[in-house]
């Protein structure tokens, strides 16, 4: 299998675990609304856990140097791939969503700094097979990406975060940990690169 084949395996088949999840999930409790809210907030949950996973990647190696830190880096690409195909997957729900509750409406969701995260993240889809990364060249690819990454690890922590501490639900509070640890890997080899 060649890499590109790998990635648009990785994509299509994260797309499809996630509507057959959510639409086992929703059929198994009558297609309520409840059931269907629940469905988005775990798949952004899981997408975002992924994310995590491709933010820390090259820090940790930099740092650790295990075998399962070079196995990370080695599958980032993948993860990276496999975090939109799960969004996507989310991004279908919410259009569900919007065909089922008529005063739920994409303008709620879809604002403009969430088409750009969006468009940013299809973008490095994109840009994650052969062809379109050497049409654009190795430059503006690592720009891209570099840049990518860190838009969407803000824009999908700040996602996490309630608008009150009384509405913290715990699995958003180890979300948002494993995120201070994962931007913490991150200063800590932008340091060592520095002092070498």
Request: aromatic letters at 10%; a positive charge.
């Amino acid at each position: 299998m060649t890499t590109d084949q790998r990635t648009a395996a990785t994509f299509i088949g994260a797309v499809a675990l996630t509507g057959i999840a959510a639409a086992a999930w929703i059929i198994a409790h009558d297609r309520s609304l409840e059931s269907l809210d629940f469905a988005l907030r775990n798949s952004g949950r899981i997408a975002f856990l992924v994310l995590i996973v491709v933010f820390a990647a090259r820090p940790l190696q930099e740092l650790l140097r295990r075998g399962w830190t070079a196995r990370l880096l080695r599958n980032r690409r993948q993860f990276g791939v496999a975090f939109a195909g799960i969004h996507s997957g989310h991004l279908g729900m919410i259009l569900y969503k919007v065909d089922r509750v008529p005063e739920f409406t994409l303008a709620a969701i879809l604002n403009v700094p969430a088409a750009l995260v969006y468009g940013l993240m299809y973008l490095m889809v994109i840009t994650s097979f052969g062809a379109p990364a050497r049409a654009i060249g190795p430059k503006a690819w690592k720009v891209l990406h570099k840049l990518g990454v860190f838009v969407l690890f803000v824009a999908f922590l700040d996602s996490q975060v309630p608008r009150s501490l009384d509405d913290l639900a715990p699995v958003n509070a180890i979300l948002i940990g494993l995120a201070v640890l994962a931007l913490a890997a991150r200063v800590g080899a932008f340091v060592k690169r520095r002092q070498r």
